[in-house]
Nanobody, 124 residues
C-alpha cells in the first residue's frame, strides 16, 4: 500500500484531531493529494484536496472553515477542528497525477492511489 493514513480515534464533539498520510515506497511530491471519508451505509465523499505545489486547496462545504489540509514532502495532513458527530467516518487519503485545475478532484476516479482508511469517531 503506497499510502498509509493514521491519526484517527475517538473524540468528543468540539475536539480536534489531526490525520496524517505518509507515502511508502514511492514519492508523491508531484501528485495532488486528497482526503475522502465514508460513513456507514454511505458513499465515499470528498473532503479536501491540495495541489502538488501546496499552493491551492479545496474543501467540501461541510468542512470548510473547520478542516485544513496541508502537506510537506511526502506527507499530507488533515487538521480537523470543531469536530461534529456527523464527521464520524473512515477517512481515506489518495493521490492523483491529474491536473488539479480540471476541477475533477471531487471524484474518486480522478485518484490513482489510495491508502487504507483510518476511523474517526466523534461522540456527542
Amino acid at each position: 500500500v503506497p499510502l498509509q493514513a493514521y491519526g484517527g480515534g475517538l473524540v468528543q464533539a468540539g475536539d480536534s484531531l489531526r490525520l496524517s498520510c505518509a507515502a511508502s515506497g514511492r514519492t508523491f511530491s508531484n501528485y495532488a493529494m486528497g482526503w475522502f471519508r465514508q460513513a456507514p451505509g454511505k458513499e465515499r465523499e470528498f473532503v479536501a484536496v491540495i495541489a502538488w505545489s501546496g499552493g491551492s486547496t479545496a474543501y467540501a462545504d461541510s468542512v470548510k472553515g473547520r478542516f485544513t489540509i496541508s502537506r510537506d514532502k511526502n506527507t499530507v495532513y488533515l487538521q480537523m477542528n470543531s469536530l461534529k458527530p456527523e464527521d464520524t467516518a473512515v477517512y481515506f487519503c489518495a493521490a492523483s497525477g491529474g491536473q488539479y485545475y480540471s476541477g475533477s478532484y471531487y471524484h474518486t476516479a480522478w485518484y490513482d492511489y489510495w491508502g487504507q482508511g483510518t476511523l474517526v469517531t466523534v461522540s456527542s
